[in-house]
């Protein structure tokens, strides 16, 4: 348990040039969207080894842009709209309400997306399977607060009233922003709050510093963050991103017909809940078992998690080791209940024969809910690449290593760009046999750069600001001086990038229709033959 | 609409001898569990037909034994336990208290598990997809009757509060009863009633006449009928009907195993909220459309329901004709709903060109819920056959009709002893092609079999009392007249059935080890050699 009270001091040489440069953050963090902004999500076995409460340094986080710099002393939360007496509270003065603690499973609705963006690119970037994390959060009911705006406990609330967050970060579509229902946030069952402190300390800015809101049993992406407005009113959120951002659209429905005919707007698709999942986290990938190393009579325990939402409790979680002929029932560890309702994930664990992987080639797990639903065997991609919950697979080689015999296991991703997993061979042994289709245009394309200008990093870093932008991506060289003040993603965001090679940034959260645009501002190619080969 | 104010008067000749000799019930009902006790669901496509609304003779019944002939006039509901000021209210005292009126679905726990004894006899019988219905239920709000009983609005209830229901029902393991928490009961937005009236008519016999419970998100068997006791209290339920029924325990548990380890009782597996799921009606088990039948644009609507429990709404319904590649959105019809939440079912529709057919050789449909959950691909068995909820599979046949050539429809299984399905199909083939191995054991048999007596249907029927009870089974004479009084079923059971050939009664609902034992009382074979072939 050491690790909960670990205190990150430094800054990560990664957030040196951007907007962020003031936040210390764990170095084993792995990155999702390059240096910034910052999402990120830690190693899947070191996630688990924290045990049921992850330190908040390891906590996984989604920011859409610049983290705002505000200060306990002057940050102020204003409550306004349809309520009698609207109100602006100074943190000191919510730090005094009656406050509530408990811990609660956050879930981002893109947790296990790289599954799905190996079926075929969603828009959004590779979270793995660790876009989740446990904390205990201490706060002030929402509905305290409401009621101190003149909002009454025994109010006939209708269903088109609406509780509107915003939060103070300003980004290219405006401030983020959601809303729930008013009956819904003043419902003692549901714990809704405005979170002052994490794991017993300060929010940290990364987290919302110094207030959130915490909407227990649904996904992450609506507990805004850096809290300044609340708004009673007969509309839910007009915030870009409450109908932009987390919806699940049926599969058949791409980025350019969602924007075409409107499918954002469709009520159905909205994301409250979390749905149900799981994963296993032992056997890690990559992980090797010598067959010298077991006997008959040697065990191994798999582990891994399971949650669900809306307070729905995992009842239990199986193991299948023969594609689903038989289902081993795992140990659950026991279950934070609040009220009667779940808002944390469990752990689960399984003791089996270690020789009982000689014989399978896959471990597979699934959970069912005290709903009783359970996960699908399959995965349904959705342009969003959102609430993937198909059951997690790893697959079990048998190979030579040295001298050794050993088992050996794959994950089917692995975070961010970080390499290897099957689901990640299968996609690009698909792209490989796709290729010859397209020889011709990819040769005259080669071909013809091979005659375009050379510029070493030497030369690019130079066209390093608003006037003069220059970026490398994937080896080629960019002039995107003109597209600066038009970029959708704002102008930051580019801007961080001038003269560098923003590679990962730019693919982890480009579409195809971003990158065919891109070719407009193409200049020339990198010369790399000088760089010592990595 | 006719169809909802049909009453049916005629008492049903399945049903005299039996002790529901008085109730009327509609003749196009399926018969799940033989003539007696009476459990029913409507023909797939006739309950569609009758739209939103189920007309109540249509609605599915579930039994347990003889159904109780209560009376309005004297019948009575108590209301004791632990609360301040215990009750007895007459019929007509609680219909004069304020009501609520709404429609409802309800939906065995039990619905589609043909299709799981198709893989494998569970102890459960026979229900197809039509174990669900939709009515207009009236009744009191049992949080009026606690606060009635001295259950304050405000209390603090803790968790470990139940209410507890009972009804007159006498069966063989006692009352049938169950429990729900005193906070879900107290909760206005849960909806929890007591019934009196069901389609603007006061209930039937079948439907708990003159009272039940209505718990709406929930599965059926937990909305008590003939409701005469509601007992706050520390402890749940304790009848043996709310352990021993609506239990999903894990797969690879048999009744064997529940029994001896005592799986019964372990909270996880008890089933209260209702699973997403969804069928197809049409095109209807052997429907058939003519090739000559069908031009380049000829259309063809599918049509089937969805549901989900919780108040949860359906929020997608899509349908694959290509093995799971693509799926299709099919339209959903308006969802009743009530603060927020759906307690209803919704009927879907896609209109797909009539040739897409050919080319294919299944119909799959998928229901979405708001929770973002969706049905597994493939069935999970358990030991109880309950909340199957896989995708619902159509299969396509081309074959040849007479002249025409013809697309033919086949369903998964037809509900009861119906027969048809491309699942019980393949039951038929699997246990024929594992019959050989069983040959000698089966020769021996029925070789000894022809040199056991043999007695007429006439003989048998004079064998038709307490003191002298014979019944068929499968051809064979059993002679159970020792058996009456410690029969797990109950005396009556068998006794209605005394002298009678009740095969399709016995194979219903009885275990493996309940036809194991059946063999001591093997006394000869039934000779049918004077009956005319069927």
């Given at each position: 348990?050491?690790?909960?009270?670990?205190?990150?001091?430094?800054i990560?040489?990664?957030?040196?040039?951007?907007?962020?440069?003031?936040?210390?953050?764990?170095?084993?963090?792995?990155?999702?969207?390059g240096?910034?902004?910052?999402?990120?999500?830690?190693?899947?076995?070191l996630?688990l080894?924290?045990?049921?409460?992850?330190?908040?340094?390891?906590h996984?986080v989604?920011?859409h842009?610049?983290?705002?710099?505000?200060?306990?002393?002057?940050?102020?939360?204003?409550?306004?709209?349809?309520?009698?007496?609207?109100?602006t509270?100074?943190?000191?003065?919510?730090?005094?309400?009656?406050?509530?603690?408990?811990?609660l499973?956050?879930?981002?609705?893109?947790?296990?997306?790289?599954?799905?963006?190996?079926?075929?690119?969603?828009?959004?970037?590779?979270?793995?399977?660790?876009?989740?994390?446990?904390?205990?959060?201490?706060?002030?009911p929402?509905?305290?607060?409401?009621?101190?705006?003149?909002?009454?406990?025994?109010?006939?609330?209708?269903?088109?009233?609406?509780?509107?967050?915003?939060?103070?970060?300003?980004?290219?579509?405006?401030?983020?922003g959601?809303?729930?229902?008013?009956?819904?946030?003043?419902?003692?069952?549901?714990?809704?709050?405005?979170?002052?402190?994490?794991?017993?300390?300060?929010?940290?800015?990364?987290?919302?510093?110094?207030?959130r809101?915490?909407?227990?049993?649904?996904?992450?992406?609506?507990?805004?963050?850096?809290?300044?407005?609340?708004?009673?009113?007969?509309?839910?959120?007009?915030s870009?991103?409450?109908?932009?951002?987390n919806?699940?659209?049926p599969?058949?429905?791409?980025?350019?017909?969602?924007?075409?005919e409107?499918?954002?707007?469709?009520?159905?698709?909205?994301?409250?809940?979390?749905n149900?999942n799981?994963?296993?986290?032992?056997?890690?990938?990559?992980?090797?078992?010598p067959?010298?190393?077991?006997?008959?009579?040697?065990?191994?325990?798999?582990?891994?998690?399971?949650y669900?939402?809306?307070?729905?409790?995992?009842?239990?979680?199986?193991?299948?080791?023969?594609?689903?002929?038989?289902?081993?029932?795992?140990?659950?560890?026991?279950?934070?209940?609040?009220?009667?309702?779940?808002?944390?994930?469990?752990?689960w664990?399984l003791?089996?024969?270690?020789?009982?992987?000689?014989?399978?080639?896959?471990?597979?797990?699934?959970?069912?809910?005290?709903?009783?639903?359970?996960?699908?065997?399959?995965?349904?991609?959705?342009?969003?690449?959102?609430?993937?919950n198909?059951?997690?697979?790893?697959?079990?080689?048998?190979?030579?290593?040295?001298k050794d015999?050993?088992?050996?296991?794959?994950?089917?991703?692995?975070?961010?760009?970080?390499?290897?997993?099957?689901?990640?061979?299968?996609?690009?042994?698909?792209?490989?046999?796709?290729?010859?289709?397209?020889?011709?245009?990819?040769?005259s394309?080669?071909?013809?750069?091979?005659?375009?200008?050379?510029?070493?990093?030497?030369?690019?870093?130079?066209?390093?600001n608003?006037?003069?932008?220059?970026?490398?991506?994937?080896?080629?060289?960019?002039?995107?001086?003109?597209?600066?003040p038009?970029?959708?993603?704002?102008?930051?965001?580019?801007l961080?990038?001038?003269g560098?090679?923003?590679?990962?940034?730019?693919?982890?959260?480009?579409?195809?229709?971003?990158?065919?645009?891109?070719?407009?501002?193409?200049?020339?190619?990198?010369?790399?033959?000088?760089?010592?080969?990595?």
């Amino acid at each position: 348990m050491a690790e909960q009270t670990e205190v990150i001091e430094q800054i990560d040489p990664r957030d040196i040039g951007t907007p962020d440069n003031w936040i210390p953050r764990h170095p084993e963090l792995i990155r999702l969207t390059g240096k910034h902004p910052f999402n990120c999500e830690a190693p899947l076995p070191l996630l688990l080894k924290q045990g049921f409460i992850t330190p908040t340094s390891l906590h996984y986080v989604r920011n859409h842009g610049p983290v705002p710099k505000l200060s306990w002393d002057t940050h102020k939360v204003v409550i306004d709209g349809d309520v009698s007496n609207p109100l602006t509270l100074s943190m000191d003065d919510i730090a005094k309400l009656p406050y509530i603690e408990f811990p609660l499973t956050f879930c981002c609705a893109g947790n296990r997306r790289k599954e799905q963006n190996m079926v075929k690119k969603t828009i959004g970037f590779n979270w793995g399977a660790a876009a989740v994390s446990t904390a205990i959060w201490k706060g002030v009911p929402l509905r305290y607060i409401l009621q101190l705006a003149g909002v009454k406990n025994d109010d006939n609330y209708e269903k088109t009233r609406y509780v509107c967050f915003g939060g103070t970060d300003k980004l290219p579509n405006g401030y983020y922003g959601t809303s729930i229902t008013l009956k819904w946030a003043m419902d003692e069952e549901k714990d809704v709050m405005l979170a002052y402190e994490i794991n017993g300390k300060r929010l940290t800015p990364d987290h919302g510093y110094p207030i959130r809101m915490i909407i227990p049993g649904i996904i992450g992406g609506r507990m805004v963050k850096w809290l300044d407005k609340i708004t009673v009113s007969n509309k839910e959120s007009d915030s870009w991103y409450h109908f932009h951002d987390n919806r699940v659209l049926p599969p058949n429905v791409d980025a350019e017909r969602a924007n075409k005919e409107n499918w954002w707007y469709i009520p159905n698709y909205i994301i409250y809940d979390i749905n149900v999942n799981s994963a296993i986290a032992a056997p890690a990938h990559d992980e090797i078992i010598p067959f010298s190393s077991f006997s008959s009579d040697s065990e191994y325990t798999l582990r891994g998690y399971a949650y669900s939402g809306g307070g729905r409790k995992i009842t239990r979680v199986e193991v299948t080791l023969d594609d689903g002929k038989t289902w081993l029932l795992s140990d659950l560890f026991d279950l934070e209940e609040r009220n009667g309702r779940t808002w944390c994930w469990t752990f689960w664990s399984l003791k089996i024969p270690t020789h009982s992987f000689v014989s399978s080639s896959e471990i597979r797990v699934r959970a069912w809910d005290s709903s009783q639903n359970t996960q699908p065997e399959n995965i349904t991609w959705n342009v969003m690449g959102m609430m993937n919950n198909c059951h997690y697979r790893v697959k079990i080689h048998v190979i030579t290593y040295g001298k050794d015999v050993v088992l050996r296991f794959e994950h089917p991703t692995q975070a961010g760009n970080n390499p290897g997993g099957w689901m990640v061979r299968q996609h690009e042994q698909e792209q490989k046999q796709s290729a010859p289709a397209n020889t011709p245009a990819n040769a005259s394309k080669s071909e013809s750069s091979s005659k375009d200008p050379k510029y070493t990093m030497e030369q690019v870093k130079q066209h390093n600001n608003e006037k003069d932008c220059w970026i490398i991506i994937d080896k080629k060289v960019y002039d995107c001086t003109k597209f600066i003040p038009i970029h959708p993603g704002g102008t930051t965001a580019i801007l961080i990038n001038a003269g560098t090679d923003c590679s990962e940034e730019f693919n982890a959260i480009h579409s195809d229709k971003a990158k065919k645009k891109l070719t407009t501002f193409y200049i020339g190619d990198l010369d790399d033959s000088k760089r010592p080969k990595l």
